[in-house]
């Protein structure tokens, strides 16, 4: 049965060339939107709270401030409408999932940039 999984995700599943990035990093997510009959990009930039999955199911979760009100958007790595990924800052943390990134604000929520 699992064979049959890896030859699935392997095989069938198309693969995207994007950057490497993990949790820590701000990013920039463009992203194709349907409307109707019309389609435009959208972009979201934020910080990467974590990455989960391997594979064809792998997803990464992205945060936002907008005004006051933080907004999390969950993207499959292998979502059809994904255009593409721009890594505009390496963070330094020392976690691979930041949730405690949620509850910080002001200057404690600022992560700082790896010196790569």
Known sequence: MSSLLDFVNNELVAKKDFPSFKAGDTITVY???KEGEK???????????QRR???????????????????ERI???NMPAL???????????R?????????????????KESRK
């Open 53 to 71: 999955g391997t594979g064809a199911t792998e997803t990464f979760t992205i945060r936002k401030m907008s005004g006051a009100v933080g907004v």
């Open 83 to 93: 255009q593409k990924i721009e890594v505009n800052q390496k963070g330094k943390v």
């Open 31 to 33: 992203y194709e939107i």
């Open 39 to 49: 389609t435009r990009t959208q972009f979201f930039k934020g910080v990467v709270i």
């Open 95 to 111: 976690r691979a999932r930041i949730f405690y990134f949620r509850n910080l604000t002001g200057k404690k929520a600022k992560i």
């Open 75 to 77: 993207f499959p790595i």
